[in-house]
């Protein structure tokens, strides 16, 4: 069975800290992992990634993917109170006829100010 | 707003009542799918719709658990007999099938069975 594990939990920092949290996976059939933040409300895409070792950026956020070593790391510079949230990792099975993910339970991330 | 929508956004029902949601998803989206979050847990797959067609159904949903998408658009998410057990915020997510992996949520339908 397909398993996502994300770490920490729970994470508090202060406003301008870096943040990196981490996805770690066991799939059959790799082919993408998303990357999704969740307030209080449905998942928001962030990223696909698909490639090791290949960086993909939006703003202050980025990730990258280790396929090798079966992880990717959510990295957060300069964090701002916008950024609190639960950052959920998720995995596609593989399979011409997959496209339902199983999800983490995520990292809550808290920004103070 | 061309994106998800489900409705209703909440439901409070007691327990043995039937409840149905529904989700529209983009609408040149083929691929649609249900969740079920609880708190502090990340979305639990439940089922896949490719057009009209119900691809998939996790084995972890009982038979009170149905869902339709008939005409290959919009879906609802029928649950018989509800239980306790069942209190969860219901998402509904849509995809493109050429980029099945993106998945575009909805805003979801929080359930509370009394």
């Known amino acids: ?113 | 707003d061309t994106g998800v929508s489900q409705d209703p956004r909440h439901k409070i029902t007691k327990r043995g009542q039937n409840v149905t949601f529904r989700c529209d998803p983009i609408s040149e989206h083929n691929r649609l799918y249900w969740y079920r979050q609880t708190l502090g847990q990340g979305p639990e797959f439940l089922t896949y719709f490719q057009n009209e067609a119900q691809l998939e159904k996790s084995r972890l949903l009982s038979d009170r658990f149905s869902a339709e998408r008939p005409k290959g658009s919009f879906s609802t998410l029928e649950i018989q007999r509800t239980e306790q057990g069942d209190s969860a915020m219901y998402l509904c997510a849509s995809s493109y099938l050429g980029l099945a992996d993106e998945q575009f949520f909805g805003p979801g339908t929080r359930l509370t069975v009394l």
């Open chain 1, 1 to 113: 069975e397909d398993k996502v594990v994300q770490s920490p939990l729970s994470l508090v920092v202060h406003e301008g800290d870096t943040v990196t949290l981490n996805c770690s996976y066991e799939v059959t059939n790799f082919r993408s992992l998303l990357w999704y933040k969740q307030e209080k409300k449905a998942p928001t895409f962030l990223f696909m990634l698909t490639s090791s070792g290949i960086e993909k950026k939006s703003g202050r956020l980025s990730s990258i993917l280790d396929k090798k070593e079966l992880f990717s790391i959510l990295n957060i510079t300069a964090t701002q109170t916008g950024d609190s949230a639960v950052y959920l990792c998720a995995v596609p099975p593989g399979g011409t006829n997959a496209g339902k993910s199983t999800f983490g339970d995520g990292t809550t991330l808290t920004v103070k100010p």
